[in-house]
């Protein structure tokens, strides 16, 4: 059963736009969600994290929301530049070490 | 400071032969994690240590697989015999403690069954 869900296999966005990438998941004791980058031939790459007791956490260009009561969170990238093309993944946590990923979103930056 | 190293990056193997992959985790990270990740999927864990002992193996299929941390720092994942379904990327992670981040992955380990 997937308790970490990426209804979306893949987006395309033009640069300098925003680009959103989601994330639902079902388990109400997770309390700690991440996002990984990353390309091919490579592992994931940790990209940013955001506690239960938050529900916005910014650095840079990207930005995470969390929305306990839907059990939502999303990604935003603004402005979306072509390097951040990508497969990107979500993951959340709960009690311990326990980190469980969704299926993963590709995105696509077009010049 | 060195990320996490596994090797090899790539190994191709016929059905019912062995295979092994080494992990080397970031320095001082108490949690050593091995995932698979399959195409179009999300890496799944197969098997958690926190230091040199084994807290979550539940998903790790212990007829043909075997793992082992030594002195709670290198690691290594063992199939065998391998299946032509264990064709995957193996990753292995590490972490020093929970909300101090997430795992933090090293290259992975593709590894083709024929």
């Known amino acids: 059963d997937q308790q970490v869900k990426q209804n979306s296999p893949s987006l395309s966005v033009q640069e300098g736009r925003i680009s959103i990438l989601n994330c639902d998941y079902t388990n109400s004791m997770f309390d700690y969600f991440l996002w990984y980058k990353k390309y091919p031939a490579e592992g994931p790459t940790f990209l940013i994290s955001?506690?239960?007791?938050?529900d916005k956490n910014e650095d840079g260009r990207f930005t995470v929301f969390l929305n306990k009561s839907a059990k939502h969170l999303s990604l935003h990238i603004v402005p979306s530049q072509p390097g951040d093309s990508a497969v990107y993944f979500c993951?959340?946590?709960?009690?311990?070490?326990?980190?469980?990923f969704g299926t993963g979103t590709s995105l696509t930056v077009i010049p | 400071e060195a990320g996490v190293v596994q090797s090899p990056r790539y190994k191709i193997i016929e059905k019912k032969q062995p295979v092994a992959f080494w992990c080397n985790p970031i320095?001082?990270?108490?949690?050593l994690y091995w995932y698979r990740q399959n195409l179009g999927q999300g890496p799944e864990l197969l098997i958690r240590?926190?230091?040199?002992?084994?807290?979550?193996d539940s998903q790790l299929p212990k007829d043909r697989f075997s793992a082992e941390r030594l002195k709670g720092v290198d690691s290594t994942l063992k199939i065998q015999p391998a299946e032509l379904g264990d064709s995957a990327v193996y990753l292995c992670?590490?972490?020093?403690?929970?909300?101090?981040?997430?795992?933090?992955f090293g290259p992975g380990t593709r590894l083709t069954v024929l």
């Open positions: 240590y926190e230091n040199e002992e084994a807290v979550d």
């Open positions: 993951a959340a946590s709960g009690i311990g070490n326990q980190f469980y």
């Open positions: 955001i506690s239960s007791i938050k």
């Open positions: 992670a590490s972490s020093p403690s929970r909300l101090a981040g997430g795992p933090l």
């Open positions: 320095s001082g990270h108490n949690t």
